[in-house]
Structures are given as C-alpha cells and as structure tokens.
C-alpha cells in the first residue's frame, strides 16, 4: 500500500506566479487536511477536505489559495499570485474513510520557493 | 483558540542521559499526538494517545497523557544520537465529526551529542 504521495517535492516560482501542488491520499482514505509549515515554525492547519467538498477551510488565506478534491484524482492546492512570505513546506495528510479517522498519514511534503 | 506549547523549544543531551519534552494544551481534548520530524523530511507518528492515563512505549521514547491537566510528556531514556530530530505535539479539535485537524506545538530541536 503506497503512502501519502505529493508532487511535485520541490517547486520554485517567480513571484506573481502559480503554484499548483498534489496530493495523492492513501488507498481506502477520503480524508485530506493539507498544512503549512513556515520556516523555524510548527505546522498550521490550512485546509480538510472529503471527496468534492471542502468541510474545513479555516486556515486558508482569504485570497490566493484554493483546495479543492474531485472525485478522480488528486487533491490540488493552488496559489494564484505567490508572493515570497509563502514560500514554506507544504504537506498533505490522508486518514481512513473509517475505524480511526484520527490517525493521519503524512505526505513528503511540496517545498514550495518563491524567487 | 486552541494552543499547545511545548518545552523546550531546544535541547541539547549527551549521550546515555535521560530527559522529558513537555507539552500543555488550552482547551479539551483526548487525543494527543506525537510525531518526529528530520531535517528536510515529513513527519513520521510516534505514539497516538487517546485517553486521560494512556502511556505508550517505543525503544527508548516513552509518552504519557493527563487529560486533567491538559499535559503530555516525552520521554528519553539513555538518548544516543539517532535520536536527534525535531519532536511535535499535536492536539486535534474533533467534538463528533470527522474533523480531525491537528493543532501542533512549536516543536523541540532535540540534538543528542557523543
């Protein structure tokens, strides 16, 4: 069973530019929280998803940043417009559609740089 | 507004010492995560703990829970230098959904020294 996959590991965008990264959950999860993790800093929470809705975007910047998570394929978190403050590592987590919901998986995480 | 805060926010051992990472939390909650996280990489979990009481082992890391108290500790026993990482607590908000998004504590830079 393939862990958490994201792509791409390393992304470097001009400013004013887009970033796209993917998240790819585990096989048998529907859950996808994505979080951001800032130099010298923990991580935040930014976003949950479940297939085709977004239930808690409480940590998303008002403007920029979308998530989103179709039904086929993977989840997608779009920067419009990077400025360097987001300049951070990106990580995605997936947890079971059932039995323990609690338990995360975390991706290697997208370090996102911007020029 | 949930808050989690851990101490240290650095620590540095020799080798063969004993030493416990402490992290507190504002509001309810009973479960309490630990993950290890190296220079670079993502985060891998170490213990999951789930009630007022819980206690897990693994090798030379040893996680206790007191929901009353709002505190979980991390302990090291007789460190040696693979355990030299960064070293979170996490604490989620769920209250019956399957909302379980994680708050987490700053983080302990643990360096262990010959």
């Known amino acids: 069973n393939a862990g958490v996959m994201q792509n791409p590991r390393h992304l470097v965008r001009r400013r004013g530019q887009e970033a796209r990264l993917r998240c790819s959950p585990m096989?048998?999860?529907?859950?996808v929280y994505w979080y951001r993790q800032l130099p010298e800093e923990g991580l935040k929470f930014m976003v949950y998803l479940q297939k085709e809705n977004i239930i808690d975007e409480s940590g998303m910047p008002k403007e920029r940043f979308s998530a989103e998570f179709p039904k086929e394929g993977p989840s997608i978190l779009r920067i419009q417009q990077v400025v360097r403050g987001d300049s951070a590592a990106y990580f995605c987590?997936?947890?079971?559609?059932?039995?323990?919901?609690?338990?995360?998986?975390f991706g290697p995480g997208t370090r996102l740089t911007v020029t | 507004e949930l808050k989690v805060e851990q101490n240290p926010l650095f620590l540095s051992m020799q080798e063969g010492k004993n030493y416990t990472i402490y992290c507190n939390y504002s509001?309810?909650?009973?479960?309490l995560y630990w993950y290890r996280q190296d220079p670079g990489k993502s985060l891998e979990s170490l213990f999951v703990?789930?009630?007022?009481?819980a206690v897990k082992q693994e090798g030379r890391l040893m996680a206790s829970l007191d929901t009353k108290a709002r505190l979980s500790t991390l302990h090291i026993t007789a460190a040696v230098h693979d355990l030299s990482a960064t070293y979170f607590c996490?604490?989620?908000?769920?209250?019956?959904?399957?909302?379980?998004?994680?708050?987490f504590g700053k983080g302990t830079l643990l360096t262990v020294n010959p």
């Open positions: 996490a604490v989620d908000q769920n209250s019956g959904g399957s909302n379980y998004k994680l708050t």
């Open positions: 987590a997936s947890s079971p559609t059932s039995g323990r919901r609690y338990e995360q998986y």
């Open positions: 703990l789930l009630s007022n009481g």
């Open positions: 509001t309810t909650s009973d479960r």
């Open positions: 096989k048998g999860h529907s859950h």
